[in-house]
């Protein structure tokens, strides 16, 4: 297993266009997450699935992003109609599922997907 | 709402000194925290889970505390390498969504 993997890992595209990016999680593990980090910040969480269930996003997630995990596997992010505001790192993570007795296993990062938007 | 600070924002050590990272959160309602490495340009690299009932967890030259109560944890590093400059994130997690602050970028120098 080569950890999470995210493709592709950089995209230019001007102002109006739609892109979308596609993480591949460690197998087996049920949890996957996207955060968004700008430049000189922390990430910061956007949506994660358990399986193929959207069980939360952020209010960051306006309405023109939108993310899929079809068959509980691989995720993909999709922005229409991008803004220069959208340009940042786009990271995603799995871990295995949530412990019965509530604590958390820990998340794996992918080496990111950088967006710059002109 | 979680807000997590890290102080100092930078830091800079000549070669073989401890490093001391600290790290504040808001919310102790939390289930683990983790400590993260982030290089230039590149994803995140997870260095150490301190689970929230742990007082401490290390790995290696790393050792990393946590006072859930007062919500802070502190990351050491011992005789700290050139190869250790980097920028150096805490998260703790709350409800299984990760809260990171701002980092605190280190450089080690020959």
């Known amino acids: 297993d080569t950890g999470v993997s995210q493709n592709p890992r950089h995209k230019i595209t001007k102002r109006g266009q739609n892109v979308t990016f596609r993480c591949d999680p460690i197998s087996e593990h049920n949890r996957l997450y996207w955060y968004r980090q700008t430049l000189g910040q922390g990430p910061e969480f956007l949506t994660y699935f358990q399986n193929e269930a959207q069980l939360e996003k952020s209010r960051l997630l306006s309405d023109r992003f939108s993310a899929e995990r079809p068959k509980g596997s691989f995720s993909t992010l999709e922005i229409q109609r991008t803004e220069q505001g959208d340009s940042a790192m786009y990271l995603c993570a799995s871990s295995p599922r949530v412990r019965t007795s509530g604590s958390t296993y820990e998340q794996y990062f992918g080496p990111g997907t950088r967006l710059t938007v002109t | 709402k979680q807000e997590v600070t890290q102080i100092p924002a930078a830091l800079s050590v000549p070669e073989g000194e401890n490093l001391v990272l600290n790290c504040s959160f808001t919310?102790?309602?939390?289930?683990?925290l983790q400590w993260f490495r982030q290089d230039p340009g590149k994803g995140l690299t997870s260095l150490l889970l301190?689970?929230?009932?742990?007082r401490e967890q290390t790995s290696g030259r790393l050792n990393a505390s946590l006072d859930k109560s007062s919500g802070r944890s502190t990351l050491y590093i011992a005789a700290s390498q050139p190869g250790d400059s980097a920028t150096y994130l805490c998260a703790p997690d709350s409800w299984g969504k990760l809260q990171f602050g701002a980092g605190t970028q280190v450089v080690v120098t020959p």
């Open positions: 919310d102790s309602a939390i289930y683990n």
């Open positions: 301190i689970q929230s009932s742990q």
